[in-house]
């Protein structure tokens, strides 16, 4: 088992790593909108959302996979009503590889963040 850390990523906010590497397969912690310093992206869905994946990307990136061998994400979502907005800036991020995927609405996500997306990939 090997831990992943990145300061490219924001750090975890609780006793939790950013991910871990089994058998060359990457399990990421659930990314929110939170700069690699920590702050919250207060704009709106889609910058939310673009943030989130910067932080999958950097985190992908340190465990030797990418966006391109995720197989399966889990997105939670806050608003259902912002399925749509979060989709469209979901398929700029998958549009040739489309992995298996999950979307559920929740009551709330760590600091009110009101997307949060965590991926399994296969480590190149």
């Known amino acids: 088992m090997k831990v992943i850390a990145t300061k490219e990523a924001p750090q ?3 006793p939790y790593s950013q991910g871990i590497v089994v058998n060359n397969v990457f399990y990421s912690s659930g990314q929110i909108p939170l700069t690699p310093e920590g702050n919250m992206v207060e704009g709106n ?3 939310q ?3 989130v994946f910067k932080n999958l990307k950097a985190v992908l990136q340190e465990a030797g996979a990418s966006l391109e061998t995720v197989i399966k994400a889990t997105v939670f979502i ?3 009503d912002d399925f749509a907005s ?3 800036v979901y ?3 998958f549009a040739e590889h489309k992995p298996a995927r999950s979307c559920v609405e929740v009551a709330r ?3 009110d ?3 949060e997306i965590e991926v399994v990939a296969l480590v190149k």
């Open 12 to 14: 975890a906010i609780g």
């Open 45 to 47: 869905i889609d910058e």
């Open 49 to 51: 959302t673009h943030q």
């Open 78 to 80: 806050k608003n259902m």
């Open 86 to 88: 979060i989709n469209e």
């Open 91 to 93: 398929g700029q991020y």
């Open 109 to 111: 996500l760590p600091k």
């Open 113 to 115: 963040a009101l997307v």
